[in-house]
């Protein structure tokens, strides 16, 4: 899940309070004379992306050509250079990036939350996967195929989004957010286990994932789908009135005449529309719908037809721009354009969000307050166990403890199938004996050295992302918070990938907590520290995460296929390979940090209301923050130096220890225990679901994360809550 994903979730459940209030006394003529500045700019980059290419071919003869001046148009390299090459990839760059813009504009308001992307709606993700079925599949091989099986797949996407969120509840704003997680958790699932077998496919889908301008060569791509991009701008205009009235809250909205459902899903349609043909023309160019958004919304404020128009245009010239940086700042060779807008968007945007102007706006503290918690309202404990001998007592909560050992007991039932479990003919009965030694040699050396080495990997990866999401989930007050949210897994990622090209090996697993820590205090230093909350921090991160993941994806795309390939596998999240070596630093962290976090877990709880309350009851709120943060930081960075960046599961087992210990108490351990419960069922489901072939356990995870986040956040009734 990505970090706007987890704001936009929260955002969507506090309602109409939380849209951000209008700036105090705007000023129309600065914001005019700012579109004015922003529309010059764009002329400007558009006649240097016309002026700039690989041919030898200036201005002055580009001017001539337009003109048709002296007959220039009869010439033909100047006609195939500037008429079919350039005036094609610079008017797609346009309209891509206006598309992009005008998308990211329109999910942020009808989500009431700065920080949507396009991603939200599962479009990238359904958008990769068609392409991934038409390589690995169909053996599509052409850029026509490319553009096809990529609107394809994001239209279905999005359908597959509205439809979950228009059966219950009128396609709410939450209703939209959870279901573009899921469907893009899915789907990216399932793009994995595509492209995890096929290295042919593998090597293509690497390089289109990077986006790029560099394949639209003449007219035909882009007129097949102008049709498209006009429809989509035309509902987007279209919506604009009742977006503004739906930003009053669905009760006044319906007073003035307009209906909350229809207006989501219209808007729901535009951005569809506009993502899904700007991802066929250019690839998954993600972070620029939402940098285009914010910026726009830091000039025109929250009005919401100039923040559209503002919007379409910042996207067209930071896309332009990073087009025409593409094309010089590495020749004779071409950048990726998503690692030039991460490059120049991620400052820019982190320059923004710390200025006195969205201080102004209210755009960097707003953070959830009250009594929820992570795992649901704080209530009185139930009636406990009381067990005294002599002068000593100890109070033991009967749910939690009947929980604890229900997981425990799962478990154990988790380690014997896993053990058993495999590619070779070994009975139940020959695997107990082989456990603990006795019987045939080669079952002994089958168990003992692979399985159970990796089994007890997965355990420890699985239990410190358990208390990373737990500490991480309660510490924000939010379920759908993880990790992820500091940018701890880009960070861990890059540090091991790092340290596997300086070393050639995986062993570098205090890689994984060193990059994690790098990338907490980086977030926290530019952030302003530990005092700085809400969309602050969660910009930050989500910059600094786009920032790390162009590169990571840069870097994958620059190795050989075999080299590339390896590493793709352990950034899906695997556990082939692994054994007790790497698993002993992480026990020995665990055997440290989790009777840390129990003791932090007492002051946490309280926590979980106001701060006042807190520090009415002698716990110092800033210092357990940061004792919960670098524990978060520390648990999560072991777990990816072990496996890699598994997904989901930090998620997942707080909500199900919480579902099981009940909402009085912070379920660490059961937290624990439920994470290394998923995570060695989901390495057993990879090993035997296809006969011969392994798939990852961050792929599971992923693939089945998607459904379980609807369930339990969408299955009581309807409520999201």
Known sequence: ??????????????????????????????????????????????????????????????????????????????????????????????????????AGAQLQCVTRNPLAETGLLGVNAGASLGVVVGIAVLGVQTSYGYLAFAFGGAVLASALVLLIAGSRGGGSPM???????????????????????????????????????????????????????????????????????????????????????????????????????????????????????????????????????????????????????????????????????????????????????????????????????????????????????????????????????????ALLAAVVVSAHAGQSELGLGRTFQAVFGYGDRLDVLLVQKFRLGRIVAGLAAGAALGLAGCLTQTLARNRLATPELLGVNDGATAAVLFSVTASGTFGAWWAGPLGALAAVLVVTFVSGGLGARGYRVLVVGLAMSALASALIQVAMARRSLNSAGSLFVWTSGSLNGRDYAVATPVLIGLAVLVPLALVVARRLAVLRFDDNVASSLGVDPARVRLACLLLAVALAGLAVGVCGPVGFVALAAPVIAGRLAGPARVPVLGSALAGAVLVVLADTLGRVLIGGVEIPVGIVTTVLGGPFLLWVLLGRKGNPA
């Open 1 to 102: 899940m990505t970090l706007s994903q987890v704001g936009a979730s929260e955002q969507a459940r506090t309602g109409p309070a939380a849209e951000v209030p209008p700036p105090p006394a705007p000023v129309r003529r600065t914001t005019w004379l700012t579109v004015g500045g922003i529309v010059a700019a764009l002329l400007a980059l558009t006649a240097l992306s016309l002026s700039v290419g690989a041919g030898e071919i200036g201005p002055t003869r580009v001017l001539d050509y337009l003109l048709d001046r002296g007959g220039a148009r009869s010439d033909g390299r100047l006609a195939l250079v500037v008429g079919d090459l350039r005036l094609p990839r610079t008017l797609t760059a346009l309209l891509v990036g206006a598309a992009l813009g005008v």
């Open 175 to 409: 209703r939209l957010v959870l279901g573009g997680s899921a469907v893009g958790a899915t789907f990216g699932g399932l793009t994995g286990v595509l492209i995890v077998n096929s290295p042919e496919a593998y090597d293509r889908y690497r390089v289109w994932v990077l986006g790029s301008l560099a394949g639209v060569e003449g007219w035909t791509t882009l007129r097949q789908l102008a049709p498209v991009l006009g429809a989509g701008f035309l509902v987007a205009a279209f919506t604009t009135r009742p977006l503004a009235a739906l930003a009053l809250g669905d009760d006044l909205a319906r007073g003035l005449g307009h209906r909350p459902g229809a207006t989501r899903a219209a808007v729901a349609t535009a951005v569809t529309l506009l993502t899904a043909s700007a991802v066929a023309l250019a690839g998954p160019i993600s972070f620029l719908g939402l940098l285009a958004g914010f910026l726009a919304r830091a000039v025109a404020g929250p009005r919401v037809g100039r923040l559209t128009l503002l919007a379409g245009l910042v996207g067209a010239a930071v896309l332009t721009g990073a087009d025409v940086l593409a094309r010089v700042v590495a020749r004779p060779f071409e950048a990726p354009v998503s690692v030039i807008v991460a490059l120049v968007g991620a400052p820019t945007l982190i320059a923004i969000v710390r200025s006195r102007k969205m201080a102004a706006l209210g755009m960097t503290d707003t953070e959830p307050t009250g009594s929820s918690s992570a795992h649901g309202e704080a209530r009185a404990p139930g009636p406990d166990l009381v067990l005294r001998r002599g002068a000593l007592s100890l109070l033991l909560p009967r749910r939690s403890a009947l929980a604890a050992l229900g997981l425990v007991a």
